[in-house]
C-alpha cells in the first residue's frame, strides 16, 4: 500500500494480534484506547467538517471502547454525537466509559434509531482485527440496517463483517464504508478498500516497528492522524 | 483571569483536589494522564515550534507522569526529550511509562545533567496541585539548579516550588517559568503569573463544570490545548 511515497506493509491477522500484545507490554488498554479513539475522531472531524449528529456503533469488545472514546472526543469537538451500545461489557475499563457517556450526555441506546437518515455520518466501531466470522445477532440486523442506508459509515480498523484478511465477505451483505481509520497499521484487507483511508495510532515505539518489520507514514504536526489515501 | 472573553475563575487547592476526584468516579488514572500529557506536549510543540532538546523534570507524583507522557508524544512529535525522574514509582501505571520511556529510546536520569545549556526547553512537571511546602530533597537542588539556569522552563499545571494559592515563595529562590501549562482549570496561583499560558484538559464533562462552577474557553478545532494569555 502506497502512502506519501512510503510502502506500507499490511499486517495478518495474527501479526496484529501479536504487535497488540506487545504494545500492551508497555501501555495500559486505557492509555491506548485513549489515543486510538481520539484518533478516529479527528479523522471524522477533519473528514467530515460539517457534519454535526454522528452515530457511534459500538460493538462489545476494544473496538467499541474505541468507538466509544471517539463519541466523546466528538462531543468536545462540537459535533452531536450518540451511541448504540447492545452488547455492554462489564469490565471497569468500559464501565467508565459508559459513565462518561452520562456525565458528558452523550446519549446511548441499545438498537440503532429508526431513522439512520438524521446522522450525517455513522461511525462503525463494531468488529476490530480479532473478529472471525460469521457476524452474530444483533450485529446482523445492524449490520444490514447499515449496508441498506444511505448514510456514510467511517470503519474503525476494520469494516465491520469483512474478513481482517482477505476483505469483503463473498456471499451475503457487504459493508462499503465511506471511510477507512486503521490503527497502528493497515490490516491486509484494507488492500481491497478504495475509499479516503486514515491511520492512527501515533504510539508505537520503535522497537516494536522494528521486531515487527513495519512503519508508520510522519504525522503532521501535532495531530493523532496522517491520511494515507 | 480574563481569557478570549471569558472569565475563567481560579481554583483553589481544596477545588482542585475535589475535582480531581470527581473526575476519576469516571475515568482511569491512565485516560486522563494521556490527554494531559498530550496537552503540555502539544503546548510545547505550537510554542517552542523550533526547539528540538528538551528535558522533562518530573516529580514523583501525577505531575510527573503527566511529565513522562508528555516525553514520549514529543518524541513522537520530532522532538529529542530527555526525562530526569529521581524518585520513581512503583505503581504499575508508572513501572508502564519507564518501560515507555525505554521502548521510545528517551533517556532517563536521575539527576539534572551539568549542563542545563544543551537543552531549548525544560519542562518542570515536578509539583502539581497537591504540594505543600517546603520542597525537599532532592528537588530542591533541581529547583535551584532550574532558577540558576538560563533555559526556557515550561511548567506543569503549578510552578514547581509555588504556593498553589498564594504562588510565588515569599523567601528564597523562586522558580520563574517561561510558559504556564494550566491543567483542566487555573489554580489560584495562575493569577501571579504574567506570561504565556496555555491550558489542557480537554476532558472535563459538563456536569463537572456545573457542580463546581468553573469553565474551559473553546478550543481550536481538535487541539487538546487552548492558549488563554
Redesign the interface.
Known sequence: MKALGVCLRLLSQAEAVAVDEALF????V??L???AG?SV??AI??HYEEASKVLCVCGPGNNGGDGLVAA??LK??GFEPEVVYPKRSAK??FQ?LE??MR???IPVRDNLPPDLGEFDVVVDAIFGFSFTPPVRPPFDSILRDLVESKVPVVSVDIPSGWHVEDGPPTSGLSLAPAVLVSLTAPKKCAAKFEGPHYLGG??V????FEAFGFSQPP?P???QVVRLA
Open positions: 507490554q508497555h501501555f495500559s486505557d492509555s484506547m485513549e489515543l481520539l475522531a479527528e472531524a477533519t466523546r472526543h468536545e469537538f471497569p475499563l467508565n459513565s462518561q456525565e458528558m450526555r501515533r504510539f515505539p520503535p522497537t516494536i504525522f504536526k501535532t495531530s
